[in-house]
């Protein structure tokens, strides 16, 4: 190499080490709290300006939203699980009858029977094993509204029924009783008999022409509510909420022609005229100091650092980004070329009697937890054998490249991202870990160019 040539030498390796002094000043700057991701400097090539950061900070918690409307489903639900995590998990549904025809039985009608007919899907929330009385039948006392929603949560919908139970009557034992038995997936159809005493006074009401209209049935009948059994400890069952599959069938005759079977069909009635609800104890939980109050917002520190996301108790996850505009120390010219998010689930939190990790909507949210415009929908739970242990890892993956690049341009508030369950409807459930999980990490990896 001829000497004219050194002194451009010495300049091109004092420029590779103020880029990396710079790399180390920036990493200094996002490693300055406990929930760092990643471990040591990040990658980079100065020869070509681009560079892997792996230690921006992520805080996350585990956010309450109790406003889970539950009168817009197509779903009931009802049953009784404690899962080992969340506590003790009670489902009841209600919801009112609809006339399908004229109801104007003859003067002369004779009751014979009346059943209600309900169909679970393969949905299982709990222990399959165990029997249980898989649901009784009560009156509801106060009507359901359909100008507004109702919603999951007790604390904003009130469901007042009637404590006798109208299920199962047994002429032989003169009570009412549920009935019991495994809540087997391949159970399709419930067929439900129901109080005689019951029937047969709407079918009076029916001949002396009170049920003639939907109005007269809705205030002689307001609706029923299906519920667990009071002792009740073995699953969740999900059941069609539509006309086609809930129906009530009041069987009669006439004396002339007793072979004939009359019936008259109640249907589940159209519109937002039902709902279910949850309720929980978190007395039994196993996870400490999950959100109590709507809105309220728990640092994953305080639950075994990880994060939960629920549908139809509404728990969501929030992650926070508070260092991102630090990526402008390594100049103006930035550009952001891809940024990923790798979302990790404990295996510990996987169990047979849960159904699988709901797919995620990811929206943005202001400072309150609220949800805003939705970043990204429908990110899918993927498993894959683990590079660091060797077994299977369940992960949720997806792009920050776009909320970066807008918090830089300052065209969004740098506000994080909330996780939602995709079926908020639904309880099915999912654990991820946060950045100082040591088993199951969250890792965020942003790729980046500088233009010299």
């Given amino acids: 190499m001829s000497r004219s040539n050194k002194p451009h030498l010495a300049l091109a390796v004092w420029g590779r080490l103020l880029a990396m002094l710079g790399l180390v000043a920036l990493a200094a700057s996002c490693t300055n709290t406990a929930s760092d991701i990643g471990v040591g400097l990040p990658d980079a090539n100065v020869d070509t300006g681009a560079f892997l950061v792996d230690t921006l900070t992520v805080r996350s918690s585990t956010v309450l939203r109790d406003s889970v409307p539950s009168s817009n489903s197509n779903y009931l639900f009802v049953g009784q699980y404690t899962d080992p995590l969340l506590g003790k998990l009670t489902a009841r549904s209600a919801f009112r009858l609809g006339l399908t025809e004229l109801f104007t039985p003859d003067p002369t009608a004779v009751f014979d029977s009346i059943t209600l007919v309900l169909k679970p899907d393969n949905y299982r929330y709990g222990d399959t094993t165990k029997t249980q009385a898989l649901v009784e039948v009560h009156r509801l006392n106060t009507g359901i509204s359909f100008t507004k929603y109702s919603y999951t949560s007790p604390k904003l919908t009130t469901m007042d029924y009637d404590s006798v139970n109208l299920l199962n009557y047994s002429p032989v034992l003169k009570i009412n009783t549920a009935p019991r038995g495994r809540a087997r997936p391949n159970i399709t159809t419930l067929r439900l008999p129901l109080d005689p005493a019951f029937g047969q ?224 409807d639904v309880p099915s459930r999912v654990f991820i870990g946060s950045t100082r999980n040591t088993q199951n990490k969250l890792s965020f990896r942003v790729y980046l160019i500088r233009v010299q």
């Fill in 201 to 424: 006074a709407l079918l009076a009401k029916g001949k002396a022409g009170q049920l003639s209209t939907q109005d007269d049935l809705d205030a002689y009948l307001p609706g029923l509510v299906i519920t667990p059994a009071a002792n009740d400890e073995g699953a969740l069952i999900r059941l069609s909420a539509t006309s086609a599959d809930a129906v009530m069938h009041l069987y009669s005759h006439v004396p002339t022609d007793p072979t004939t079977v009359i019936t008259t069909n109640f249907s589940l009635a159209t519109g937002s005229r039902h709902f279910f609800q949850f309720r929980v104890n978190r007395n039994l939980a196993g996870v400490p100091n999950l959100p109590r109050k709507s809105l309220e917002s728990v640092p994953s520190a305080l639950t075994g650092e990880r994060t939960i996301i629920e549908g139809a108790l509404g728990l969501q996850t929030r992650l926070e980004f508070p260092y991102l505009k630090d990526l402008r120390q390594f100049g103006n010219n930035l550009t952001i070329t891809n940024a990923q998010i790798t979302a990790s689930v404990p295996t510990s939190t996987l169990t047979p009697f849960v159904p699988a990790p709901p797919a995620l909507s990811i929206y943005y949210t202001d400072a309150n937890n609220h949800p805003l415009a939705l970043y990204q929908p429908n990110i899918t739970y993927n498993t894959s054998i683990s590079t660091l242990t060797s077994i299977e890892q369940g992960t949720y993956n997806w792009s920050m490249t776009s909320y970066i690049r807008a918090v830089l341009a300052n065209t969004i508030p740098n506000n994080g991202l909330l996780l939602a369950s995709a079926t908020p």
